[in-house]
């Protein structure tokens, strides 16, 4: 069986279409455990009528401590070998568990699975499909840190007995958290992907994580250090790891509650290993974001 980890809080609009998606699913052996984080809106009765339509959705409660707690807590409570997550406002196409089964069965030890996925937008699906990998490409992915795929930030599946070995998601963060699971089930073992869109990230739906300015303390670059060991023995990783790190710092160069700490964060990126363009944009952000401007305007 399938468990389906379904974080909540402050979705009332869009999480009935979200759990109804997996209601939908072509392949039935699963439970969707969706859990409240403490939401302040009618969220909760929202899921216990679907509670009471279908007795594979179960509704667990606590109060308010971020996403990361809710996914442990659903990990833990989850009666299913395999966990698949998905974010309380995006959906899956029909056959999205189908297929995961299928990867799966074919790639029984794989570390994590990951699945093509597009945005929506006013519920138009878009078509945004991993450009790395050809289209259709469906296995382990080599070199995995020069051919990363998509693992979609809300929707990337594993095995629970792995999840709880890697002791779950970090708690101390409310942003990237799920990039940081997905990259170090990655560094435990094989990524296999299937690229072929079959979820949709929906981008205008209420109380959206992206569209909130986010406390650096509270954000994956914040905590670089945990990296430390697998930065040192793997340069690939590092020329990833480096250039994620650095484009999510980049923002925090023009607030001034941050500036000296996204400065420090940057002394720790191994330039050499970068584009010099990055470099140069790290080092004079508002003469890079004036550039950006006038190259817009002369579009």
């Known amino acids: 069986m399938i468990s389906v980890v379904i974080p909540l809080y402050n979705k009332e609009k869009a999480i009935e279409s979200t759990i109804r998606s997996v209601l939908a699913q072509s392949y039935k052996d699963f439970e969707v455990v969706v859990v409240n984080d403490g939401s302040t809106d009618k969220s909760s009765e929202v899921v216990l009528q679907l509670v009471e339509e279908d007795n594979r959705v179960r509704l667990l409660e606590q109060k308010n401590a971020g996403v990361s707690a809710a996914r442990n807590k659903g990990i833990f409570e989850a009666k299913g070998e395999f966990i698949a997550f998905l974010d309380g406002d995006d ?24 699945l093509g ?20 490409f469906r296995g382990i992915v080599e070199n995995v840190w020069r ?13 629970k007995e792995r999840l709880l070995s890697l002791n779950g998601f970090d708690a101390r963060m409310t942003h990237g ?22 979820a949709y ?30 930065r040192g023995v793997d340069q690939a990783f590092r020329k990833f790891f480096d250039e994620e790190m650095a484009r999510r710092l980049f923002p925090y160069l023009f607030d001034k509650n941050y500036k000296k700490e996204a400065k420090r964060l940057l002394g720790k990126v191994d330039w050499s ?26 579009e």
Not at 153 to 159: D, P, V
Request: charged share 30%; proline share 5%.
């Open 91 to 114: 959906l899956w196409d029909k056959t999205y568990l189908e297929e995961l089964d299928k990867l799966i069965k074919d790639f029984p030890d794989a570390a994590i699975y990951g």
């Open 117 to 136: 996925s597009a945005p929506m937008t006013r519920g138009v699906r878009g078509f945004d499909c991993e450009r790395k990998l050809p289209k259709g």
């Open 147 to 159: 051919n990363y795929p998509y693992y979609w930030t809300g929707s990337s599946s594993s095995s």
């Open 177 to 198: 958290e799920d990039l940081d699971m997905w990259w170090r089930l990655l560094l435990s073992g094989d990524g296999v992907f299937y690229n072929k869109i079959l």
């Open 201 to 230: 990230y929906v981008q205008d739906s209420e109380n959206r994580a992206m569209n909130r300015v986010i406390p650096l303390e509270k954000h994956l670059p914040f905590y670089m250090d945990k990296y430390a060991e697998a």
């Open 273 to 298: 290993l970068q584009k010099k363009s990055l470099y140069w944009r790290m080092r004079f952000p508002r003469l890079y974001q004036a550039y950006m401007r006038l190259k817009k305007t002369a």
